[in-house]
């Protein structure tokens, strides 16, 4: 709403309704620290496409199941994102309308949608003090402490695997100068409700990011930014499991683009967490801000991926704004190039000696003696017609050496947060921490192969 005085995220269908990729040549043009085999190649003519070679980050958009049937709405749906998040299918109302009764159908159908044509998708919400159906809303204490989990864990076991990023917990923090949390049901139900969902949420669904999602959290100077910082920061020292922060980023004339939005960005990072801009819509859809907004996310590594609220303006929960990058009959803005101009030639600041080769000589593919041990964890990410990503996770030390794998006739055509270097077949990489934190990632050109890279060594150094 005009002045921000609404929650972010939008109920059903109602009076606040919210709710493949074509990609160019071998080997993406990556951001910070990536390495791309050599290749020439135009620039990607797609926002996803696009995004995905700003080291495998996505472009997506919400989602509504009942428009899918919409052939203008579904055709650039299909070929301009590669990240979904259903707008309201997967909230509490929606998927659990009576206690212990399950309904996915909708959800389902746009989860399907997405992963027949690689995209990634976000899941949201599992956890909010709003949407909820009525029958949670009359609950409270440990009954509704012990409703909220029962749902968390059966609808995040529902897509086990299947999820990139979990909107585990939504909107938790008060507006205004307080820095306080929400009063909410499940705020009565113990200060500790976010740390529980999020620990049900990571039983539930090991494989996926864990985020938390909040709105009016763009300018770092803000209590309420703050105070979430303060949350996220104690997570990672008491080893609560998230993953990630998204920012809304509803702008308009009343909570507009800050200057120090990429502060905000990078000093989330800094936690050891990514940072993801999770709805993004700006009131009469400016180029300009639209181009800071993508080249604020593209300068901070750990920045993942950039979702808008909605396709066209007509399918915006505040139409009358106009605040997406398709009008109402599904023409390009001018917002909409100054997008996909950002994100063709946006580049990371490297935090290395970024190289265009593999290195030469002899790899290593087994631990160096005298090393430590360390745990390496891979999650599949985005899955185009040709290639697919993986991301790396490493656990027990800051400086690390990973060997992957990769399945003949596969090869990886680029990778990014690490430095490789492969062995003379081509096949088993050696990836080594070059200080952008302990997540790295690289694509995989199939061949015709879909087998997943293994991970065949984590040493600490």
């Known amino acids: 709403m005009i002045g921000r005085s609404r929650t972010g995220s939008r109920p059903r269908m109602g009076s606040r309704a919210r709710a493949a990729l074509v990609v ?11 390495v791309v085999l050599p290749h020439t190649a135009s620039a990607a003519t797609t926002l996803g496409a696009s995004a995905a070679e700003r080291g495998g980050r996505y472009f997506g958009t919400a989602v509504a199941a009942n428009k899918l049937n ?27 309308p009576s206690q212990g009764n399950f309904n996915y159908a909708s959800a389902d159908q746009i989860v399907n949608h997405a992963r027949q044509r690689g995209m990634q998708v976000r899941g949201h919400a599992l956890a909010w003090h709003s949407q909820q159906p009525g029958w949670a809303q009359n609950m409270s204490g440990s009954a509704l402490r ?17 999820i990139h990023s979990w909107d585990v917990v939504n909107e938790a923090f008060a507006d205004g100068g307080s820095g306080a949390r929400r009063d909410s049901n499940l705020q009565r139900t113990g200060n500790d409700w976010i740390e529980v969902a999020f620990r049900a949420a990571r039983a539930a669904d090991p494989g996926a990011k ?19 910082y303060r949350m996220v920061q104690d997570f990672k020292q008491r080893g ?56 604020d996310c593209l300068a901070v590594p750990r920045c993942t991926g950039i979702t808008v609220w909605g396709i066209r303006d007509s399918d915006s929960w505040r139409a009358s704004q106009t ?3 398709f009008n109402n009959s599904g023409g390009k803005k001018p917002a909409y190039d100054a997008v996909l101009s950002a994100l063709n030639n946006g580049t990371t600041p490297p935090t290395g000696s ?16 005298g090393g430590g041990s360390c745990t390496a964890t891979l999650r599949d990410g985005a899955r185009w017609g040709d290639r697919f990503n993986s991301e790396v996770t490493v656990s027990g030390a800051s400086n690390w050496t990973v060997v992957v794998a990769v399945t003949p006739p596969q090869r990886v055509s680029s990778t990014w947060n690490g430095t490789p270097s492969w ?39």
Not at 255 to 274: C, E, H, I, K, M
Request: a negative charge; proline letters at 7%; one cysteine or more.
């Open 423 to 461: 062995d003379s077949s081509g096949n088993v990489m050696t990836m080594r921490s070059n200080g952008s934190g302990n997540t790295f990632g690289f694509t995989t050109m199939a061949n015709g192969n879909w087998n997943r890279p293994q991970v065949r060594s984590c040493t600490a150094s």
């Open 323 to 325: 605040p997406l990058l």
């Open 240 to 295: 609560v499991p998230i993953d990630c922060v998204g920012l809304q980023s509803h702008l308009n004339n009343g909570s507009p683009y800050p200057s120090n939005y990429r502060t905000t960005l990078s000093s989330f990072a800094a936690l050891g967490v990514d940072v993801q801009i999770t709805e993004l819509d700006i009131e009469g859809a400016p180029a300009a801000t639209y181009r800071n907004v993508v080249n």
């Open 146 to 162: 012990n409703a909220m989990l029962n749902h968390v864990t059966q609808v995040a076991t529902h897509y086990r695997g299947q």
């Open 354 to 369: 970024p190289t265009t080769t593999p290195p030469t000589g002899g790899p290593t593919t087994t631990p160096p003696p």
């Open 210 to 228: 864990l985020c938390y999602n909040d709105y009016n959290t763009d300018n770092w100077n803000d209590a309420k930014t703050q105070a979430v």
């Open 70 to 96: 919409d052939s203008t709405y579904a055709t650039i749906l299909n070929r301009e994102f590669n990240s979904v998040t259903p707008e309201n299918e997967m909230k509490w109302d929606a998927t659990e």
């Open 24 to 34: 160019g040549a071998v080997g993406l043009l990556t951001a910070t620290g990536a």
